[in-house]
């Protein structure tokens, strides 16, 4: 066990030579501020970390993760992380990114019983409920895979319904919101092409009015 801890303090230091070789200024920079142009609303699982499948540095981007990659209007910590996002560092895209092979997706298909997290995957069971006659038609592994697809683009949908959101929009041109998709098993990321800038993208109903 201390053998583990001391691997990834081994590999602090590791990480800091090699930055500090790369962007010499680097740290000096993030101890001043940060000033991201991205959020990521991403998957907890722990082959998804955020900047290093897309090769950016850090300060790069904002990062909320859960399970499945959930926006969820009752969840105050990821409301809180979107909130400060858009309204305090001004972030130009917000992107949502789910994973094939996801865990929390998976459990969602079923009807086991998890435990505590079963309150969870309640909000994942909804985006296969209103997908459902879609995804019957496919077999069990094509329906996985469309499975995470639908749940990334619903969120991108989630996220657009936020007043807050709509009321940045109002106020100008951002934030753009986006659907992506992982790959576990070849490291690309798929655009999932659903991308939302304005409530003209949403159903008139989940337009407010901020006159």
Known sequence: MADLIKNLLAGNRKF?????????????????GQSPEFLWIGCAD???????????????IFVHRNIANMVVHSDANMLSVVFYA?????VKHIIVCGHYGCGGVKAAMGNDSIGFIDGWLNHIKDVKRLHKNELAKLNEADQFR???????????????RI????????????????????????????DMDCTVSSGADLDEMFVYNND
Do not use: C
């Open 16 to 32: 800091v030579e090699e930055t500090n070789a790369k962007h010499p200024e680097l740290f000096k920079e993030l101890a001043e």
């Open 146 to 160: 469309r499975f995470v697809e639908l749940n990334v683009m619903e969120q991108v949908q989630n996220m657009a």
């Open 46 to 60: 722990s082959r998804v970390p955020a900047t290093e499948i897309t090769d950016t540095t850090p300060g790069s």
């Open 163 to 190: 007043p807050f959101i709509q009321e940045s929009w109002n106020e100008g041109e951002y934030p753009y919101i986006h659907g992506w998709v992982y790959d576990v098993a070849d490291g690309l990321i798929r």
């Open 86 to 90: 858009v309204k305090v560092l001004k």
